[in-house]
Each structure stands twice: as C-alpha cells, then as structure tokens.
C-alpha cells in the first residue's frame, strides 16, 4: 500500500506551507467558499488558451513512450490510456 505523505514530510513545499500559514483567514460565517491554486505544471504556465484538437496537456515522457510502443495506443486522456499507465490495483 503506498501511504500519502504530508506536507510536514515534503521538504519542497516548506515554502509553499509559509505563505498559506502567514495568510489572513477569511471571515466566513455562512455559504459556500471557494480557494483557487495558480501554479505551473511541467513547464507550462497557463499562458496559452488552446481548445479542441489544439489542447496539449503534460504528459510524463514515460507514458508517452509506452503509449506509443503499444500496437493500437490509446487516444490520451482516455480510459484505455489511463488504465495502461495507471494499471488498477490488484
């Protein structure tokens, strides 16, 4: 079994843990509350706003290469793709 770890054990976001402590909680009394994250994933930085066939999410070059090693691979992003790179549980 593969046990999440805690920000307390992720050296790397000791900064990260700094600002959102040293922020100023919000005075909610009543409703919903919405938290929005802005970050870069893979180099990306949101900064392109492609749709459709344009879209070009990251991809670990691991997946991409077995992906591509398969006889009929997968389209990305679906079931078949994500079952082979990310094979269920036994």
Known sequence: M???KSLHEISGLAPLRRLIEASKPL???EG???LALSGTVAGGDGSETLDGDNVRNPIPPE?????QAQRDPPPFGSD???DLVLPPSP
């Open 80 to 82: 078949r793709f994500f």
């Open 2 to 4: 593969i046990r999440q």
């Open 32 to 34: 919903p509350v919405a």
């Open 63 to 67: 997946w991409r290469d077995l992906t």
């Open 27 to 29: 005075d909610v009394r």
